[in-house]
């Protein structure tokens, strides 16, 4: 068990030395999972991305481990040797969180962008309406007016017939009056004349 853990150590710094300067080929990442896989029920798939960046953290982990495991308790040039594997292998942690972040940073920057342009495309469908609005507004007030403006003239030409009416009946009152008038002095004068000729008769 001893001669294994050694063995599994020193494969482990190899690996780790091989991470430490940007060797993160096909071929690192299959010696890190030569180990048995454990039956486990088939994952979802992922986007290639993701199922690269997941493979390289369970790999650093994986090495962490491996390198712990084979630390022995007696100091010395390998003691300093894993020391140094084993901060190589946090770094290279650190490196994957920090991609992680700014990756989860980017995509928050991409919700908040596509956010915003929801709201622009509200923001103008309102304006549209409050638009449309202002037009049905204005068209209603104008045939209000046009409304209006009929009834006013219909107001005004019957109150002009009435007053032609007026006018005219005044002048056939006139006329009546005058016609009267002239009849009864006709009448009178048809008198007089009848008086005086009984009377030169009475006095012939």
Request: hydrophobic share 35%; charged share 40%; net charge neutral.
């Amino acid at each position: 068990a001893k001669i294994q853990a050694v063995h599994r150590g020193k494969q482990a710094r190899k690996e780790l030395q091989k991470l430490k300067e940007g060797d993160t080929s096909e071929e690192v990442v299959a010696t890190a999972d030569t180990a048995p896989p454990e039956e486990t029920e088939p994952a979802p798939s992922k986007p290639a991305d993701e199922s690269e960046d997941d493979a390289v953290a369970s790999m650093v982990e994986e090495l962490i481990k491996e390198v712990s495991a084979s630390i022995e308790p007696v100091g010395g040039a390998d003691d300093d040797d894993l020391k140094e594997q084993a901060a190589a292998a946090l770094k290279i942690q650190a490196v994957h969180r920090g991609k992680q972040a700014r990756k989860e940073l980017q995509e928050k920057r991409e919700m908040e962008a596509a956010a915003v342009k929801i709201q622009a495309v509200h923001r103008g469908k309102q304006a549209r309406k409050e638009m449309q609005e202002k037009h049905e507004m204005e068209a209603a007030a104008l045939k209000i007016q046009a409304v209006h403006r009929g009834k006013q003239t219909r107001m005004e030409l019957r109150k002009e017939r009435e007053e032609q009416e007026a006018a005219a009946l005044k002048i056939q009152a006139m006329h009546r009056g005058k016609q009267t008038r002239m009849e009864l002095r006709k009448e009178r004068e048809e008198q007089e004349a009848a008086a005086l000729k009984i009377q030169a008769m009475h006095r012939g």
